[in-house]
Structure formats: structure tokens, C-alpha cells
């Protein structure tokens, strides 16, 4: 059975700083990976999408990297913001089509 | 263009009420997705509907009844509600294809008394 962690389960960092978020799978067999964003009280937006094939991806201060074999992914925030503060949740499309969800990383960046 | 909505947002129950959570999304989606969410959890599916006129069970369908209405919409009903099913749900679209991502609502925060 697949399962999906994030380690740490919060983060607190100064403006400014570049950060990495963690992001673990169990089974490698995945057709995707997505990295979202929660803020309190709100939906979850898509902030990247990784395909199997791919090794990682970009938008604007975001990166996202997947390591299939190993089972990793890391999104990385540069030059982070207070804007930035919410929640970063993982999810793996696994084998049966469906997304398997971390329980997030609770992020906080001080100003 | 208003994406994925659901209705309500908010929605206090006591125990053994019913209700009908709405969802609906303007993207031509085929699948649709009912998720709850719980502190310090992932999401877990509840209900899933691959295309119209189709439903499937998730994680976590104990005590959930869903309906896809029509292309557009899909509703999730408690039909006698239970503290354990406080939480927040959401609804989530997503086009045909394997590789395509889901797209969600605001959500519903749902508290059972």
C-alpha cells in the first residue's frame, strides 16, 4: 500500500532564506506527483505537477525535484516570503490512478 | 470560468441528522472527487466517480452515499450524521487522462455535535 510522508510537519524560517520541503513514497510505482498549497481556512491550490518520466519541474521561485527509485521529492522556495507561509501538501497519482496525500508541512516564514 | 464550487461552506450538524453536500465544476471534467480532511492527515478519498453515470468506493466510504447528478455535479450525503465525521470536504475535478491534475473547491467545514 502506498503512503506518502512529509517530514518536518512544520518549518519555521526568517524572509529570505532558501528552504527544501520533503516529500517520501513508499511504492515507486507512480504515474505522478503533486505539490499544493493550503491556506488556512481555504482550498488547495496546484503549485506543480511532476510526471513519472520527468526529474523535476519549475515556476517561478518553486522547484520541485522527483526521485523515483529512491521515492523522494523535494520542493524547493527560494528567496522565500511571508506570502509563502501556509501549508505544502505531497500527493503520488499511484498505480490505481488514485492521489495518496503526505499530511503536509506547516510553513512559516518570519519577516 | 468559476472552476470547482461546493456548497456549503460552512454546516453544523447534531447527531443522526442528514445533509447533502453540492458540488459542482464548470471544466468539462469527467472524474470528480470527494476527500475529507482531518488534523494532522492527509486527505482521503471517500468517493470517486470516473465519469458520469459512474461511482466508486475510496479509503474511507463508511457511512457516505454519493451521487453524480450529471457531468457537472456530484453530491455527498450523510444520511445520519456522526461526530467521527467532522471534518472539512473537499471536492475535486479532474480531465480524462492519467496524467491530468485534479483541480479542488474551497471546501465545506462539516461539524457534527
Request: charged letters at 15%; a positive charge.
Amino acid at each position: 500500500k502506498q503512503e506518502v510522508t512529509q517530514i518536518p510537519a512544520a518549518l519555521s524560517v526568517p524572509e529570505g532564506e532558501n528552504l527544501v520541503l520533503n516529500c517520501s513514497f513508499t511504492d515507486s510505482a507512480i504515474y505522478n506527483l503533486q505539490w499544493f498549497r493550503q491556506d488556512p481556512g481555504k482550498g488547495l491550490t496546484s503549485l506543480l505537477l511532476i510526471q513519472s518520466s520527468q526529474r523535476e519541474q519549475t515556476s517561478g521561485r518553486l522547484n520541485a525535484s522527483l526521485d523515483k527509485s529512491s521515492g523522494r521529492s523535494t520542493l524547493y522556495i527560494a528567496a522565500s516570503q511571508p506570502g509563502d507561509s501556509a501549508t505544502y501538501l505531497c500527493a503520488v497519482r499511484d498505480s490505481n490512478y488514485q492521489l495518496i496525500w503526505g499530511a503536509g508541512t506547516k510553513l512559516i516564514i518570519k519577516p | 470560468n468559476a472552476g470547482v464550487t461546493q456548497t456549503p461552506k460552512f454546516q453544523v450538524l447534531k447527531t443522526g441528522q442528514s445533509m447533502t453536500l453540492q458540488c459542482a465544476q464548470d471544466m468539462n471534467h469527467n472524474s470528480m472527487y470527494w476527500y475529507r480532511q482531518d488534523p494532522g492527515m492527509g486527505l482521503r478519498l471517500i468517493y470517486y466517480s470516473a465519469s458520469e453515470g459512474t461511482t466508486d468506493k475510496g479509503e474511507v466510504p463508511n457511512g457516505y452515499n454519493v451521487s453524480r447528478l450529471n457531468k457537472r455535479e456530484f453530491s455527498l450525503r450523510l444520511e445520519s450524521a456522526a461526530p467521527s465525521q467532522t471534518s472539512v470536504y473537499f471536492c475535486a475535478s479532474r480531465a480524462a487522462g492519467s496524467y491530468n491534475e485534479q483541480f479542488f473547491g474551497p471546501g465545506t467545514r462539516l461539524t457534527v455535535l
